[in-house]
């Protein structure tokens, strides 16, 4: 089955830096994939999406990278603020279904 | 914006009772999800639902789940005879498509004593 992970449990910036927080994914079928952020107490909210026809994509001080040889997503986030502090979850998807890795907890210091 | 809701934000259940967590879906989104997070862990699919049936779901989604659109509106998850195991924060998700991002409900968080 598939499997989906985060290469670092916790990851901690100072605030104003770039953080780069990585993923691996398994299932090559896996034709979309999600970027997910959560806040202690709260469901997991949409940040960045990308499909497998293409390897990178922008959004608001954010950034999807998808490298389908090696299988593996990153999510970049410029100019790191302490409202970005959560944990941070990629997710592979094939007909439906999301398949979600163990996330990453973003602590940012100010 | 639109959101998901969900109710209860919190319910307690003796171990064998049923229970029946309800979700409102976005009104135009087409496709609904169930997931559950067990406390410290990763979040994990349970069931996708769509066009009145069920259209995945997963090995933890056994004969003791269930879910229902009972009307136009409601999406529920039923668990049949709860088990201490099924303590979890459960999440209902919906979107506009299958490649769409999810937009996640606050959860309930279930425990069973």
């Known amino acids: 089955g598939e499997s989906v992970g985060l290469h670092l449990p916790t990851l901690s910036v100072q605030e104003g830096d770039n953080s780069i927080i990585n993923c691996a994914y398994s299932?090559?079928?896996?034709?979309?994939f999600i970027w997910y952020k959560q806040e202690s107490g709260k469901g997991p909210q949409f940040i960045i999406d990308?499909?497998?026809?293409?390897d990178k994509r922008q959004g608001q001080r954010v950034t999807v990278l998808l490298n389908k040889t090696v299988k593996h997503l990153s999510l970049q986030i410029a100019a790191t603020q302490p409202g970005d502090s959560a944990v941070y979850f990629c997710?592979?998807?094939?007909?439906?279904?999301?398949?979600f890795g163990d996330g990453t907890t973003l602590t940012v210091k100010p | 914006e639109p959101e998901v809701t969900q109710t209860p934000s919190h319910q307690v259940t003796q171990m064998g009772q049923e229970v029946i967590l309800r979700c409102v879906p976005i009104?135009?989104?087409?496709?609904f999800y169930w997931y559950r997070q067990i406390l410290g862990q990763k979040v994990e699919f349970l069931v996708s639902?769509?066009?009145?049936?069920?259209?995945?779901k997963s090995e933890i989604f056994d004969d003791q789940f269930s879910v229902e659109r009972p009307d136009g509106s409601n999406f529920t998850l039923k668990i049949r005879s709860t088990k201490l195991e099924d303590s979890a924060m459960y999440f209902c998700?919906?979107?506009?498509?299958?490649?769409?991002?999810?937009?996640f409900g606050s959860g309930t968080r279930l425990t069973v004593v």
């Open positions: 997710a592979g998807s094939n007909a439906g279904k999301s398949t």
């Open positions: 639902f769509y066009n009145n049936e069920i259209s995945e």
């Open positions: 009104s135009n989104h087409l496709y």
């Open positions: 998700a919906s979107s506009e498509a299958t490649e769409d991002g999810y937009t």
């Open positions: 299932n090559s079928a896996s034709d979309y």
């Open positions: 990308i499909r497998s026809n293409m």
